[in-house]
């Protein structure tokens, strides 16, 4: 028997507008809100957990995902990566080795989803602001589907993601200013040329791909849902679409609770942080930001109102770093455990000290950290 798509269309998360697939969409047309896809978990229920097929990448859950079944998946290979236990540190932790994606960061996963979806609606020059690693993710899959694919980075992104952007075939147009002077372009392009803007939250088609993560997490531990879940926080994407996909989860009940975020900053740019432990529930721009974790330099989140409501949702924490942490645990997590990050990837385990030191979380909690990008493109950082 054939069943019928999870996927039902997008909803306004301001307006509450509802908005039928098929149509190419980026934020609200009444009113310019985020727009979040509807996955309806009472199809899902219909699935067993025992009819997910082996498959090496994140499409092993694409009954999940916002696509139809004729589309045609644009892949690489990303996701299906490994849970590797952090026998080094102190306490139960696990690291999200994201670093094993074909880009080399957990991007790739948003811009699979986002380029197989774009390609079925038949869009076919995309533009976004990226810090650089998203950049990387959709030069690689527009490459592989034939779209046109414009980035606009601030000029002080790492050259690495420069260079493999182009080299991937993307036009790299370097900005001066932050990631918000990049996104200022990218709009102006969008709106002038009619690109398709696939930036973080303008467009509705990435959030769900990184939730594969939290899909991946459950499965890996045999169905159980770790205590807490560690994610560095620049536009929330991951945080936001894991939130979403461990909910769904407990709703079809392969799981019976959910986990509690927490939420990483770095001192320099903790626009979520500081909202979120003044108990505000929406985000004020930081000024002046100032770290070394280029991918967490995000001054104001789009979907701020969104990371908070999720963070509230899950009984989290957020707490900063320093960058001086970040360099000292970039410097442990490869000698101690091999593992070679970014710093924004970093963030998440220069926090722990502070989680067990400063009693936030209990030592015997299971733990999951996003290791989410891997330090071969910021080699000058290290
Ligand atoms: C390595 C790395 N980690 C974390 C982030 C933040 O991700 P998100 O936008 O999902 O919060 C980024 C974003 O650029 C990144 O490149
Ligand atoms: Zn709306």
Known sequence: MRRENAFQGLQCTECHAIYRKG???QKCSKCSGLLDTIINPEILSEISRDDLKPTPSMWKYRAFLPVDEKDKIVSAGEGATPLRKLSSLEGNVWAKDETKNPTGTFKDRGASLAVTAL?????????LSSEGNAGCSFALYSHIADLSCQVFLPRQA?????????KLGANVRPVDGTI??????????????GS??????????????????????CDQLGWRVPDYVVYPVG????????WKMFSILEKIGWVDRRPSFIAVQPEGCAPI??????????????????TIAFGLRIPKPLAGKWILRCLRESNGIALTVTDEEIRKYMGQAL???????????????????????EKMIDRSAEVVVIATGSGIKTLEQF
């Open 23 to 25: 149509l190419i969409l």
């Open 119 to 127: 390609s079925a609606l038949g869009v076919e020059d995309i533009v």
């Open 158 to 166: 790492n050259p690495a993601k420069v260079e493999l952007s182009q």
């Open 180 to 193: 918000a002077d990049a996104g200022r372009r990218a709009e102006a392009l969008s709106r002038g040329e």
């Open 196 to 217: 398709y803007n696939a930036s973080t939250f303008v467009t509705p088609y990435r959030h769900d791909g990184k939730g594969t993560m939290a899909l991946e997490i």
């Open 235 to 242: 536009g929330g994407v991951g945080l936001v679409g894991m």
């Open 273 to 290: 942080v500081k909202a979120y432990n003044s108990k505000r529930d929406d985000v004020d721009e930081w000024k002046n930001p100032e």
């Open 335 to 357: 000698k101690y455990e091999g593992l070679l990050l970014e710093p924004s990837s970093a963030a998440t385990i220069a926090a722990l000290p502070h989680l067990y030191w």
